[in-house]
Structures are given as C-alpha cells and as structure tokens.
C-alpha cells in the first residue's frame, strides 16, 4: 500500500509540474505583452518597460522557466500588483472557502447518489427507479449556476430559509454551515443523479459476476453481499470519476462564489482577471490545478485502498 | 441401502428467450444416495448447469420450473421461502463453481471470505481462523498461513479452485454439487484436484454430485454416472456398467469414439456427428432421433422413457 501512495505521489509530481510548464507557456504565448494587458493599451512606453524588467519580463524566456520554478519551489507566488501582499497568503486565505464548498458538494452529492444507485440497481424498473433515471438526466442537462439562481430565488429571497450571500461569520460553525447549504446545492445537485447513475450501471454489472452468485451459494445474507461484495467493487469507476469531476466542480464554483458572493478562489480569480491583476490570477489558476492534481490522487489512493488489484498495479 | 440425499423427479425447467420458450430440462429424474459420487456427463448445452442451479435455487430470472420435484434430505427444495433456502446453502449443501478464476471476490482477502461464510458459527474470530487455515491445508494448498491474508489475484487457478473446495467442505455438507470445477485446469493439476477430492469426500462422509464433460474424469472419480443430452437423462447407472456395456446410442457413441482416449487426461467430451437439437422446439419423438443412427419408425413418434431400476437408459433399441 504505502508504495503504491509513493509510487502515486511521485506521478502527481511529474503531473503538477508539467501543469505548472503549460501554464507558464500559455501565458507567454497570449497575444499582446503582459505589460500592456496590466497597463491598459494608453500605457506610455517608458511605463511598460520599467514594469517588464520589475517582473524580469525582459529577460530570456528559459531564464524566466528557471525563475518561475525557483519562486514556486520557495512558495513564491509574486506579489499583488495592487497591495503589493505576497498572492500566496492571498490565495491560501480564499482556498479554504473553496475546498470546504467543493468538499460539501461532492461529499453530498456521493452520500445521497451512492445509496440511491445501489438501491436502483437492486430494485431496477421500480418507481424509484426510473425517478432517479430520469432526474438525473434532467438535472445534467441543466448548467449548476442555473440550479443556483433558482435556488437562490427559492429558498433564499422567498422563503428564507437560508442566507445567500457570503460565508457567515468566521468562528461561528453553525452559520458558516448554513451559508454552505445554497451553494453547495447548487454545485452539488446535478452531480447526485450522476452518482446514481454510475453506481446503477457498475452495480448491475457485478450483481451478475460470479462472485456474486458463490457469495450466495454460501448463503450470505443479501445485505453482506451487497454492502460488502458487490458496493465495494461498483463504487470503484464512480470514486475515479469523482476525482476527475472536481475538475469540472472547481469551475463551477466559479459560478457559484460568485452568484452567492461567496469568499473563495474562484472569487478570487474572478476578481484577479477584472484587474486584470497577473500574478493574482497565475496564482489562483497555479493552486487550483495543485488542489485538482490532490484531488485525482486521493481518489486514485481510495481505489487502491478498496482494490488489492490496484495497489499491485494490476488493472481490474 | 442408505436413505437418498437427493431425489429429483420429473424436472422440467424452461427459459424464456426472445426465440420462445427454451425447455433446457425436460422430466429429469437423478437420486444420490448418502455418501455417493455422483457424475453427470454430457455436452456443453445439455442442461447441466440448469440443472444445478435448480438445485441450489440459483436460477436466472428468465427460468421458469415447469414441474417437478427435488427432495433433499425428504425436504422440497422448490417449496422452500428464501430464508429456509439460504439456511441450507453453504451448510448442508455447497457448491464449487467452474470457473476458478470469478467465482472468489477480487477485492476482500482468503481469509476474509473463509470467515465470512462462516456466519452462521458462534466461535470466535480466531477459531474461525484456524478453521480456515485447517481447511486450506487439507486441501493441500503451501503455506496456508501466509494465503490468508492473500487475494485470489495472487494465487493460481488451481490453488483458487483449492481454496474453493476447502470452502465448500468447510461446513461438512451432505451433499456437495461441483459444476466442472477442474474444466478451467491443466490435466496434472486435475488429477491431483481429483485425488485431494476423493480423499476429502471419504473424510466428510458428503455425498458428492460431480459435473464434468470430461468421461476419464467421472470414470476416475465416480459411483455412479448420469448421462445427459439436450436437457434429458438417457442413461444412468453405475459407472462400471454405463462405461462397460453402455446401453443409449448417444452413450455409445461417446464412448466409442475412441475407447482409448477415455483415460487419456486432456481428453474431452468426443465430437459426434450432427448438432444438438434446437431446444426451443424439440423433436416430438426421441430427443436424440436426428442425431442416432439406430432409429426405427416409433422413434421419431414416441418418446422414450428412463424407466426401472439400476443401469437404464430411456432408448426403444437399447442394447442391454
Ligand atoms: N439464462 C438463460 N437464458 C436462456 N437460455 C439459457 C440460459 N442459461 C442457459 N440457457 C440455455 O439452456 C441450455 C442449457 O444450458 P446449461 O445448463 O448452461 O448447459 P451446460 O451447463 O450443460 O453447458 C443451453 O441451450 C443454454 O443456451
Ligand atoms: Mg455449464
């Protein structure tokens, strides 16, 4: 087990950096010179020139790599262009926010879609069932920051049952906790007729392997073979999938802080990109991606911790 | 003579499939007496596994039991609910599937799975454990110890089916049904699997009903053989006597085949010409009429059945 996790890690490394290279390349290659792009195209040219050697944008592009790798080794993000505060103690005061937000989310949305598919699958063609089916079709096809304009219409403005904007108030648990509620919802809630969808169709699957059906020639009883024989294996595809689809939930909680004017990166970069403050947005995009590449390697750890076949490196 | 462990009489299971009704059984009548191997032969298709699976209440849910009758231990198995049903599997009655390869859990342990279906005891985690590590070595699998804690993905298939066996005798059934379980293996391997089974089965006191298309195999290891073809029985018997003076065309023709090749350890089920019926609209007479070379006129009108005692066979011509 621990060398598969270090085998993992060490993979996760080879990915954050070549996410980090990409980065830098794509913002060498936008057109026009971030000068220009943080300066506003009326800047004058002596203006330009001094911002381009502070940021030591005059220099050769393979010695900006290096020094690009050097500030991110120590932690160095760059400073706001504004507050002159290092953007690493900006970004590591707003990604907070958006972990606890994509957390709430996806751990929702699994420990409600998770025993709805099995239950679907056990109980195929019932009510409940087709419900689910087509619910979550429904609720894919309709994007999260719409789900959360009308959940913040509905059970914010007219019944007020929960607070819409902002996080609540720091060191109080229970109203951070009720601030979590309408844009956790509104990212989580297309993803639990996913779930269920995918835990349905693997569940399906394995209820009919052979396993199965020794675990009952045996006589165990149907909640064992459940839970314990068949779960455990249908959930494998569904936590892969989930580690990925933080991906696509860290952009949508973009939407989300934003539309519930919640503190967070996506905030953060939002804001970063309307300045058009570069080093801001370079460090919130850079956090991001290192969070998303965390993510991937928890979920790939938890299949390995479920599947013996995984951490021998066997493909299942 | 000792009382029957099973009784069958007059099965008949059928499956619905998009071509119609598929009669994969038709009035199949099998008795295993207390302690008794028990083979059944015959052609991939020809019903085997319905069968056992009847027994067992383990079928698809497309089969459908027309009627028929299986006592075990005088207790009819279809008329039992679910609860009384699950109360024997695994405890009077186990099963070793064929495939060694899917039929353990890939994700929980040996050691897990032994302990598991062991459930029904009250000792503790550690009895239990050294139960299972009996087991495993009277099936003759090294190192029992250290296989515990290993998952079926780190052993090979033989020592899987091993551990399947050990398994299966671990609550010493009264009877224990095995679907092909050495098909998957090399020819040493089964024959030591064989050996270690016949051993066992004298040690446990179960009676045993064997599957397999492989004819040296149920002549090694059985007391009685059941022939089966296209969802019938057309012979049964002892198995010196079906295998000396075999009485049903179909017998003869597998056996005759090649003689030499029944002993022979790679050799299966020898090819005859012809196909097997369709089963979704048999033939009116004798299931095997199309296929024998012996018919006569009241054949292909009238079916035959398996009637009287010891070795028979449900045949109008058959030798005796
Ligand atoms: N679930 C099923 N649905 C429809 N037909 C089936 C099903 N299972 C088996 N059959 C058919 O029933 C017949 C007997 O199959 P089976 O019992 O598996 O034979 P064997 O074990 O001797 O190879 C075959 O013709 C097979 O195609
Ligand atoms: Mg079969």
């Known amino acids: ?316 | 003579m000792s009382a029957p462990v099973l009784n069958i009489s007059n099965l008949s299971v059928n499956y619905s499939t998009d071509r119609g009704t598929l009669h994969a059984l038709r009035d199949v009548d099998l008795h295993i007496q207390a302690g008794r191997i028990v083979g059944i032969v015959g052609e991939s298709g020809c019903g085997k596994s319905t069968l056992i699976s009847t027994i067992i209440r383990l079928l698809s849910a497309n089969a459908c039991v027309e009627e028929g009758e299986v006592l075990f231990q005088g207790e009819d198995l279809l008329a039992l609910d679910a609860k009384a049903m699950r109360k024997l599997r695994g405890n009077e009655l186990a099963m070793v599937f064929q495939d060694p390869m899917t039929s353990l859990n890939p994700v929980l342990s040996i050691g897990r799975q032994m302990l598991d279906i062991q459930y029904r005891d009250d000792g503790s985690k550690a009895e239990k454990k050294s139960r299972s590590l009996h087991m495993l070595e009277r099936v003759g699998i090294p190192d029992a110890a250290t296989q515990l804690d290993r998952y079926p993905h780190h052993l090979s298939g033989g020592m899987r089916q091993r551990v399947a066996i050990a398994m299966a005798l671990m609550t010493e059934p009264s009877l224990l049904i095995a679907d092909e379980p050495t098909t998957a293996l090399d020819a040493t391997l089964e024959i030591q699997i064989i050996q270690r089974l016949r051993q066992l089965q004298r040690d446990v006191g179960c009676a045993v009903l064997f599957i397999s298309h492989h004819l040296g195999v149920i002549s090694e290891l059985c007391d009685e053989v059941v022939v089966m073809y296209a969802g019938e029985v057309v012979e049964s018997g002892g198995t010196r006597q079906v295998f000396d003076a075999p009485k049903h065309p179909y017998t003869r023709g597998l056996l005759e085949c090649d003689p030499a090749s029944i002993q022979a350890s790679d050799n299966i089920l020898p090819v005859i010409p012809g196909q097997l019926p369709d089963l979704t609209d048999p033939p009116p007479g004798c299931i095997f009429q199309p296929r024998c070379d012996r018919s006569v006129a009241q054949c292909s009108s009238q079916r035959p059945r398996l009637d009287g005692q010891g070795h028979r066979a449900a045949c109008f011509v058959a030798t005796s």
Not at chain 1, 126 to 150: K, N, T
Not at chain 1, 155 to 173: E, N, Q, T
Not at chain 1, 289 to 307: P, Q
Request: hydrophobic content about 55%; charged content about 15%.
């Open chain 1, 1 to 316: 087990m621990l060398e598969y996790v270090i085998r993992r890690s060490g993979l996760a490394l080879v990915i954050l950096l070549l996410a980090v290279t990409l980065l830098f390349a794509m913002i060498h290659m936008m057109p026009g010179d971030p000068a220009s792009i943080l300066l506003g195209p009326k800047a004058s040219p002596e203006l330009k020139a001094a911002l381009n050697q502070r940021m030591g944008l005059d220099q050769p592009l393979l010695v900006q790599l290096a020094r690009f790798y050097a500030d991110l080794a120590q932690g160095d993000l760059g400073t706001d262009v504004f507050s002159n505060r290092p953007v690493l103690e900006m970004v590591l005061e707003q990604l907070p926010y958006t972990i606890v937000l994509v957390l709430a989310a996806i751990g929702g949305a699994s420990l409600v879609g998770i025993p709805l598919g099995c239950y679907s699958a056990i109980r195929h063609n019932s009510l409940l069932d087709r419900l689910v089916g087509v619910m979550s079709v429904a609720f894919i096809a309709i994007p999260s920051f719409v789900i959360a304009l009308y959940l913040l219409l509905l059970l914010s403005v007219k019944w007020r049952w929960f607070p819409a904007m902002g996080a609540g108030d720091s060191g109080d648990i229970v109203d951070q906790a009720r601030h979590l509620v309408l844009p956790a919802l509104a990212l989580g809630l297309g993803w639990v007729g996913y779930i269920a969808r995918l835990v349905r169709t693997s569940m399906l699957e394995v209820m009919e392997e052979n396993h199965i059906r020794t675990a009952r020639a045996f006589g165990l009883s149907e909640r064992t073979i459940i839970v314990h024989y068949a779960l455990r294996i249908a959930v494998l595809p569904t936590v892969t999938i989930l580690g990925l689809g933080i991906g696509t939930m860290l952009s949508g909680a973009l939407f989300a802080e934003i539309v519930f004017s919640r503190p967070g990166i996506g905030k953060l970069l939002h804001e970063g990109v309307l300045t058009r403050n570069y080093p801001v947005v370079m460090g919130s995009v850079l956090m991001t991606t290192a969070f998303f590449v965390l993510c991937t390697l928890i979920s790939d750890v938890i299949n390995a911790m479920l599947d013996p076949r995984v951490r021998d490196g066997e493909s299942s």
